[in-house]
């Protein structure tokens, strides 16, 4: 297939590079940043024209930071326009569901919408190892799933329009309760005099063992959690804004995410 894809970075790079492996027609778009032509050597194509890339692929895909980033590429760049009637929109960048939904209503006529939400880092990104979690239409799906297993090693179809972005969220939201009981397990250890990596290895291996235990274990400083918030604090907050509208109670796992959340925490 014809893909286009905006957002060559940490993670949209790797995806995009799968995608041309696995013999899909790929073109980027790139402002000249020498690491975009990694692309070029997968087979892939650069073009700095967003109206160009847009306008001749047949699924387009979007990768940057945030919502904010999503609008202003769709609208205020005019690229959600340049979409030719058959085209797909898979939106990867996590956030809320309903820009999703606002997107599919705005859409030219004849062009879906799809909310690819994914987890993972940016290794299993180029290895093809991401997890995915689907958000389409039931027609929509067949026809994205084949380049979605190009860099997924878990595909799943979990719902409607909208569905894929809520279970990242809630993902997210789990995600970030975790990192923050890490630390604080982490600076209770430090405390006893216990050796970091010691304890790293030993929970990794036992009942309490989570992916952020061993993330956090690896760095020199466990307990500082600020490289980590840009990544993590919106998607927090978002989660938060739309539980809070929809009359939900997130109970316990809110309450630890939103201390992850809060200006000033470790």
């Known amino acids: 297939m014809r893909i286009g894809w905006i957002g060559l970075g940490a993670m949209g790079l790797g995806m995009a590079r799968c995608a041309a492996r696995a013999g899909h027609e790929v073109t980027g778009h790139t402002r000249g940043r020498p690491e975009h032509q990694a692309l070029v050597a997968d087979g892939g194509r650069l073009s700095p024209d967003l109206d160009a890339v847009a306008a001749s692929a047949e699924i387009l895909c979007i990768n940057v930071f945030n919502d904010e980033q999503v609008r202003g590429v769709l609208y205020d760049e005019g690229v959600l ?42 290794q299993q990104a180029a290895e093809g190892a991401l997890t995915l979690m689907v958000g389409a239409s039931d ?8 380049l979605f297993d190009a860099y997924g090693a878990f595909v799943r179809h979990v719902g ?63 307990d500082d959690l600020s490289s980590m918030r840009k990544y993590v604090e919106k998607d927090v907050e978002t989660a938060l804004r739309i539980a809070a509208a929809a009359g939900l109670d997130l109970k316990s796992v809110g309450e630890v995410a939103r201390s992850f959340a809060e200006p000033g925490a470790s």
């Open 139 to 146: 027609a929509a799906w067949p026809r994205v799933e084949p």
């Open 81 to 122: 326009g340049k979409l030719q009637p058959g085209a797909m929109l898979v939106i990867h960048t996590t956030g809320a569901p309903d820009l999703s939904r606002q997107v599919q209503a705005d859409a030219p006529a004849g062009v879906e919408v799809v909310d690819g939400a994914f987890s993972g880092s940016p």
């Open 160 to 222: 409607p329009l909208g569905a894929g972005m809520q279970l990242k969220l809630l993902n997210n939201l789990l995600f970030a309760a975790h990192v923050r009981l890490a630390a604080d397990a982490y600076r209770i250890a430090i405390d006893q005099g216990l050796a970091v990596e010691t304890v790293a290895e030993v929970l990794a291996r036992s009942s309490g063992a989570s992916r952020a235990l061993a993330l956090l274990g690896a760095r020199a400083v466990p």
